[in-house]
C-alpha cells in the first residue's frame, strides 16, 4: 500500500521561504514519478513540479527560478523549497505519485497526501 505524508506548511511572511517535505512509503522513488500540486480556495488544483524517476525535474512556469524539487533517496523522501514566496501561492500543497508518463497532469497521479496548507501574508 502506497502512503505519502505531507509536512512543513505553515504562515510566512511574503519574500520567506518554506521547505515541504513528503515522506513516501510503499513505493520507490527510483521507480516513480512525484509530484506537488497545489489548490487555492475556489479554484482547481495546480500543478506545481515533479521529480522524475531518473532525477530530472519538471517545474510550471510559475514557480521556475523560486521552488525547488529533490529528493533523499535514503529517506525515500521528497522536499520541496519554496523561496521569494506571494501571498497568491497560497494554497493546499499535495503530494502525488505515478508510475506513468505524463507527469504535469493531475489525473495521471493514483496516490495522494492529505496536503499541507501554505499560507503567505502580505
Known amino acids: 500500500q502506497v502512503q505519502l505524508v505531507e509536512s512543513g506548511g505553515g504562515l510566512v511572511q511574503a519574500g520567506g521561504s518554506l521547505r515541504l517535505s513528503c515522506a513516501v512509503s510503499?513505493?520507490?522513488?527510483?521507480?516513480?514519478?512525484t509530484a506537488w500540486f497545489r489548490q487555492a480556495p475556489g479554484t482547481e488544483r495546480e500543478f506545481v513540479a515533479t521529480l522524475i524517476w531518473s532525477g530530472n525535474t519538471v517545474y510550471a512556469d510559475s514557480v521556475k527560478g523560486r521552488f525547488t524539487i529533490n529528493r533523499d533517496n535514503a529517506k525515500n523522501t521528497v522536499q520541496l523549497k519554496m523561496n521569494s514566496l506571494k501571498p497568491e501561492v497560497t494554497a493546499v500543497y499535495y503530494c502525488?505519485?505515478?508510475?506513468?508518463?505524463?507527469?504535469?497532469?493531475?489525473?495521471?497521479?493514483?496516490?495522494w497526501g492529505q496536503g499541507t496548507q501554505v499560507t503567505v501574508s502580505s
Open positions: 502525488a505519485s505515478t508510475r506513468r508518463g505524463d507527469v504535469t497532469k493531475e489525473d495521471q497521479y493514483d496516490c
Open positions: 510503499g513505493r520507490t522513488l527510483s521507480s516513480s514519478n
